[in-house]
């Protein structure tokens, strides 16, 4: 039986959920390319803007101009961030590795967000995206980023920014990239960026396997993730040949990479009860306890995916602020 969350849904995400849905399956060709030009048309853009609005400002940063990777920064001002040394939350936006980046208005709001809730200096990393740039093209560009803060940090961030405080975030794709670049950050030893905390948000984990989340959550205009969007992302990211047993995507699966060993940081992951990857999200935060890692799980029984970033729900407020009291607690115990 279709489970249907719509009904707790205000009119006007539900409307934003369809549009983004129609927008997905109207530029994600069968061969597996997309239509770059109706995306740019559609995605909409917010530039950056060394005037504080709501008392965070933003500027844009270049990190390599041959491949297009370069991050926003947003600085938070007023007496929080002025009288402390905030630290670094380093975030990579969702999309399926295919669409958006952190100049996309709604990544751009959600981050100011968490840039003045927190209070922190976030970073907001624009990697390169599939189906032009497949895997590790997109960790690489993580990895690179944190590399690049670790020997650049004095000309590139404010004085009082903390790298000894740094935080690796995302959502959906972005948070399988920022496991991944913990993962590499976590085998790799750095002069100035201390990694105390990783926030994944309804992270995007697959496998051959389908799920009975997958089975169950099907056919309505309320999801932003389907079996078959997610398999066509799937197919343009994993190199070719490879399935979604894939390290890359099943991390928790028979291509596991161990973890035991390292000095991983502390995880919380959101979970949505309307997500269809709320299965594979459990097992990772199930993996990473049984890897001996310190990780929360904090459930939306009622929310889809990507339900935070639309500010007209309380759901997405208290989400903000569990970040908060994440990064607060891993801050006070580092």
Not at 270 to 279: K, T
Not at 288 to 305: C, F, Q, R, W
Not at 306 to 325: G, R
């Amino acid at each position: 039986m279709t489970s249907q969350p719509t009904s707790s849904l205000p009119w006007r995400t539900r409307l934003a959920i369809s549009f983004l849905s129609t927008l997905t399956d109207l530029t994600c060709r069968p061969d597996g390319t997309v239509n770059r030009r109706l995306l740019s048309f559609l995605d909409f853009q917010a530039p950056p803007n060394g005037k504080p609005i709501k008392s965070v400002s933003t500027s844009d940063i270049i990190v390599d101009s041959t491949r297009n990777l370069w991050f926003r920064l947003f600085s938070p001002s007023g007496p929080l961030a002025a009288n402390s040394n905030p630290p670094v939350f380093i975030f990579f936006h969702g999309g399926g590795f295919t669409f958006l980046s952190p100049s996309s208005k709604a990544y751009d709001a959600v981050c100011r967000r968490f840039a003045r809730k927190l209070p922190a200096f976030v970073i907001s990393v624009n990697y390169r995206r599939t189906p032009e740039h497949r895997y590790p093209a997109q960790y690489d560009d993580g990895f690179d980023v944190l590399k690049f803060l670790d020997e650049n940090s004095d000309t590139v961030l404010p004085k009082n920014a903390d790298l000894r405080r740094c935080f690796l975030a995302g959502d959906s794709a972005g948070a399988n990239l920022a496991h991944h670049v913990a993962v590499r950050a976590s085998q790799t030893g750095f002069r100035k960026v201390k990694l105390i905390g990783l926030v994944s948000i309804q992270p995007f984990f697959g496998g051959e396997e389908r799920t009975d989340a997958e089975n169950r959550l099907v056919g309505s205009s309320s999801f932003l993730v389907s079996v078959p969007r997610t398999d066509w992302c799937w197919k343009v990211f994993l190199p070719i040949g490879s399935n979604r047993d894939h390290g890359a995507s099943n991390v928790s699966g028979p291509n596991a990479v161990d973890i035991s060993g390292l000095e991983f940081p502390k995880t919380v992951v959101f979970v949505g009860g309307f997500d269809p990857l709320q299965d594979w999200q459990r097992r990772y935060h199930d993996w990473l306890k049984k890897s001996g890692k310190d990780a929360t799980l904090i459930e939306y029984p009622n929310m889809v995916h990507a339900f935070y970033v639309f500010p007209e729900l309380s759901e997405a407020t208290t989400l903000i602020m569990q970040v908060k009291d994440f990064v607060g607690n891993c801050m006070s115990n580092a």
